[in-house]
């Protein structure tokens, strides 16, 4: 199973409204990680969390909060945030050891702040 | 920091056509992977090749296939036999395994066509 999976798959939210995205992967990796991605540009790094620690915070707004629960699982709580935050939101995994590192991509979540 | 350079916006290429796409990188490791990412047109986002540094053999994977020059610090990717499904943007990306977690890093992109 090579299969990253993100939920929901489109959001629409207020600018007053909390919400969260899912990510969830079965393959073992212990490394996970969040990006922002618009539309014809390159994915930007937000958050990396390895073996369920947060170990790389790129310096993003404190309106957009990681949380692993476990080896499998992570979260991305959204709150007060502002219509340039709309973009997809990419979940991605990739191994911590061994001879491969590439990162297998979950299909993203489209988010769109009104 | 290292930085990945994709000098090829747009690129367009007849069907059953080959083409090149470029990546140079610029970095100071000497152990490090090197990957192309295709993203299709409102579809995830997937691997297409990876390259390890330390290996000197260029990687292939069916039609797809790396140049890759670790002096010149370029990495290309050669699609020969284009089909229609290759329409797509490719990323190519670095990444440095460190004690605390991988890093990687995106060039630009370039938005291929391909036509019939």
């Not at chain 1, 340039?84 to 491969?100: F, H, I, K, R, W």
């Not at chain 2, 089909?83 to 890093?105: E, I, P, R, S, V």
């Amino acid at each position: 199973d090579t299969e990253v999976t993100q939920t929901p798959k489109h959001l629409v939210m207020g600018m007053t409204n909390k919400k969260s995205l899912k990510c969830e992967q079965h393959m073992g990796h212990r490394a996970m990680y969040w990006y922002k991605q618009k539309a014809k540009k390159p994915p930007e790094l937000m958050f990396v969390y390895s073996y369920e620690k947060l170990s790389i915070n790129e310096s993003v707004p404190s309106r957009f909060s990681p949380e692993c629960p476990n080896s499998s699982l992570l979260n991305l709580h959204l709150h007060a945030l502002q219509p340039e935050d709309s973009a997809l939101y990419l979940c991605a995994s990739s191994q911590e050891t061994g001879y491969t590192y590439e990162q297998y991509f979950g299909p993203g979540t489209r988010l769109t702040v009104t | 920091a290292q930085t990945v350079t994709q000098s090829q916006p747009e690129m367009s290429v007849q069907e059953a056509e080959t083409v090149t796409l470029s990546c140079t990188y610029d970095t100071s490791e000497s152990n490090y992977y090197l990957f192309w990412y295709k993203q299709p047109p409102s579809r995830q986002m997937i691997l297409v090749i990876r390259q390890e540094a330390y290996k000197q053999q260029n990687a292939t994977e069916n039609r797809f296939s790396v140049n890759f020059q670790k002096a010149a610090k370029s990495f290309s990717l050669k699609i020969s036999d284009s089909q229609l499904g290759d329409t797509a943007m490719y990323f190519c990306a670095f990444m440095k395994h460190y004690n605390t977690g991988n890093q990687f890093y995106f060039g630009t992109g370039t938005s291929l066509t391909v036509i019939p």
